[in-house]
């Protein structure tokens, strides 16, 4: 078993070696059923725009917690005296957290550190985003590749007893009044041809199996593969970290190209232009959340009071909701990550979404996510007049074309 106190960090071929050693090393404990010690977790940070400029010298030290340099985009993470894991700068829009610490630890300090500054963001991949990821999986990997899927429906918001209460009576209180008593939790581990042909099947008359929230990646080195869950957190379940680091990598690839096309196809812009009139030209498209069904009264009223007035997560957009009608909501928000605008027109039938200029692409993704995991799992997305799913399709192959 690798010793932590053998190694210096001095410089990323070390680390690097280091975790592809507790790797391997995991994968056997894995294999004789006895786990001695924590599995190797990623967490993927996304922050702002492609223009900016991520220094994570100065970000990952929060209570209990310090960094020290490896090298030049590479961080060393301690608890006190001892190592826990290391981040690493990927480019200037992505960072990845590699964790040997223990889950509950490591997603305590994740959290911590998302709600401590604005300058992060999960990687949210919502499950169309996934369902774009099995196509590949597919394609990559003969059908009888072990895959593990979870699929999970919350119904936070779908709390009975709020249903004797009317609009005047929650529209002025953020008091939590919700509870997980309806949660549809599945979790799948077939052979990749018999997994797609149940998914296929069920979904027909099963809406949850559409919220998918962990899809495993087989690794292309052996057994086993990555867990990657809904926000961006990745277990390594193979033997090899090179592999793992790999297909992060290559994850975060499809989503920036993903991400900065949603900036320049939504963000609202405008140009002024002077001829024999003088006028105002426009730029940008709507997001359009179009619900398989209306939500329930209750549902949506939960949703705006329970979300907005506070920030809550996992949406983190902060706004004083402005009720038009009971059906009707305009929300001129805030995102709590990089506190940059969106407005948002939210009924019981759909919900749109408009970004400023400058607004983090990240925040529809966001949105996808949780939306589908919180009140409609078949909810349809339009990216303008393209489908969510169409729009990250064109956009991947168009990038491939280019390469």
């Known amino acids: 078993m690798v010793l932590l106190v053998e190694m210096r960090f001095n410089n990323r071929d070390k680390v690097y070696t280091y975790l592809e050693e507790y790797s391997s090393d995991i994968k056997s404990q894995i294999n004789k059923g006895r786990t001695i010690n924590t599995l190797l977790k990623s967490y993927i940070f996304e922050t702002s725009t492609q223009d900016s400029k991520l220094d994570i010298d100065q970000i990952f030290d929060i209570k209990d917690y310090s960094t020290n340099i490896v090298d030049e985009g590479m961080l060393r993470l301690l608890r006190g005296q001892e190592t826990v894991g290391f981040v690493e700068k990927i480019n200037n829009r992505f960072s990845v957290m590699h964790s040997i610490d223990s889950a509950q630890r490591s997603d305590s300090y994740t959290n911590a550190l998302l709600k401590q500054t604005p300058l992060l963001d999960s990687l949210w991949i919502s499950g169309k985003m996934f369902d774009l990821f099995w196509e590949r999986i597919q394609k990559e990997h003969t059908p009888h590749r072990y895959i593990k899927m979870k699929f999970e429906f919350n119904g936070f918001f779908d709390n009975r007893s709020s249903k004797t209460r009317s609009l005047k009576d929650l529209e002025n209180t953020t008091e939590e009044i919700y509870d997980d008593e309806s949660i549809t939790s599945i979790t799948l581990v077939e052979e990749l041809a018999d997994l797609g042909r149940k998914i296929e099947g069920v979904r027909s008359f099963f809406s949850a199996f559409y919220a998918v929230g962990l899809l495993r990646f087989p690794s292309y080195v052996g057994k086993g593969g990555h867990d990657f869950y809904r926000n961006g957190k990745v277990t390594n379940r193979s033997e090899s970290f090179l592999d793992h ?14 991400t900065e096309s949603i900036e320049s196809k939504t963000w609202l812009n405008f140009d002024v232009y002077k001829d024999s009139n003088e006028g105002v030209k426009f730029h940008g498209s709507p997001v359009v959340f179009k619900f398989s069904r209306p939500l329930k009264d209750h549902v949506f009223i939960n949703f705006v009071n329970f979300t907005f007035p506070t920030g809550k997560e996992p949406f983190r957009i902060l706004g004083k909701p402005i009720w038009i009608n009971d059906n009707k909501v305009h929300i001129y928000g805030t995102d709590i990550h990089l506190w940059q605008k969106v407005l948002l027109d939210l009924s019981k039938e759909e919900f749109i979404a408009i970004l400023p200029r400058g607004t983090c692409g990240n925040t529809i993704h966001r949105l996808v996510t949780n939306i589908q995991r919180y009140l409609d799992p078949e909810v349809q997305v339009n990216i303008g007049d393209q489908s969510y799913e169409a729009f990250m399709r ?10």
């Open 245 to 258: 680091r790999i297909q992060i990598k290559r994850t975060i690839e499809k989503y920036q190209i993903i």
């Open 394 to 403: 064109g956009t991947i192959e168009g990038s491939a074309k280019d390469e």
